[in-house]
T-cell receptor
Framework: AQKVTQAQTEISVVEKEDVTLDCVYE???????LFWYKQPPSGELVFLIR??????QNEISGRYSWNFQKSTSSFNFTITASQVVDSAVYFC??????????FGEGTQLTVNP | DGGITQSPKYLFRKEGQNVTLSCEQN?????MYWYRQDPGQGLRLIYY???????QKGDIAEGYSVSREKKESFPLTVTSAQKNPTAFYLC?????????????FGDGTRLSIL
């Protein structure tokens, strides 16, 4: 069985603060893929990043960065210098070979001006 | 532009009524999915389809039905057997099932009970 836990249900920050969204996963498979999606108020899920289990390199894309640590089964997402437009629900998800995508319960991020 | 179109955006159901949610994609994807999202919860899989004329139950299929007569279309019917249908419904597609490729999502349909 596989599971994704996003312990932070809601986070509220002031604009320009850095914020980290935590994601912890469970799987017995050695090959798996991790995803982050953003769900703005409009409702659609927007794909942000995919990482496979063999690639532990951290990734940076503009103000977004991801820290993948297999030793702690975590795939955390950091937004640097947050902006109001970053306000959304963020989902972490896990897919293993031959199994379906499993989502965490999401973290509601609110960035206040 | 390629993408997924869901309609309607808002839908109201009367007691004992079946309603159908539309999902169309022009991404030439083989796999399509229906998810249900309740407030404060993640997405739960209702049904998915790997190919035309084939579909499988997800984790919460009871009270729902689907069809896949065309590659582009994967409509979801919420039947009267679904006693708690109020939720946000999202349709998604990917190149194939279990491809480990990102799924592409529509804008969703919000279903409420009258």
């Amino acid at each position: 069985a596989q599971k994704v836990t996003q312990a932070q249900t809601e986070i509220s920050v002031v604009e320009k603060e850095d914020v980290t969204l935590d994601c912890v996963y469970e799987t017995r498979d050695t090959t798996y893929y991790l995803f982050w999606y953003k769900q703005p108020p409009s409702g659609e899920l927007v794909f942000l990043i995919r990482r496979n289990s063999f690639d532990e390199q951290n990734e940076i894309s503009g103000r977004y960065s991801w820290n993948f640590q297999k030793s702690t089964s975590s795939f955390n997402f950091t937004i640097t210098a947050s902006q109001v437009v970053d306000s959304a629900v963020y989902f972490c998800a896990l897919e293993t070979s031959g199994s379906r995508l499993t989502f965490g319960e999401g973290t509601q991020l609110t960035v206040n001006p | 532009d390629g993408g997924i179109t869901q309609s309607p955006k808002y839908l109201f159901r009367k007691e004992g009524q079946n309603v159908t949610l539309s999902c169309e994609q022009n991404l030439n994807h083989d796999a399509m999915y229906w998810y249900r999202q309740d407030p404060g919860q993640g997405l739960r899989l209702i049904y998915y389809s790997q190919i035309v004329n084939d579909f499988q139950k997800g984790d919460i299929a009871e009270g729902y039905s689907v069809s896949r007569e065309k590659k582009e279309s994967f409509p979801l019917t919420v039947t009267s057997a679904q006693k708690n249908p109020t939720a946000f419904y999202l349709c998604a597609s990917s190149t194939t099932v279990y491809s480990n490729q990102p799924q592409h999502f529509g804008d969703g349909t919000r279903l409420s009970i009258l």
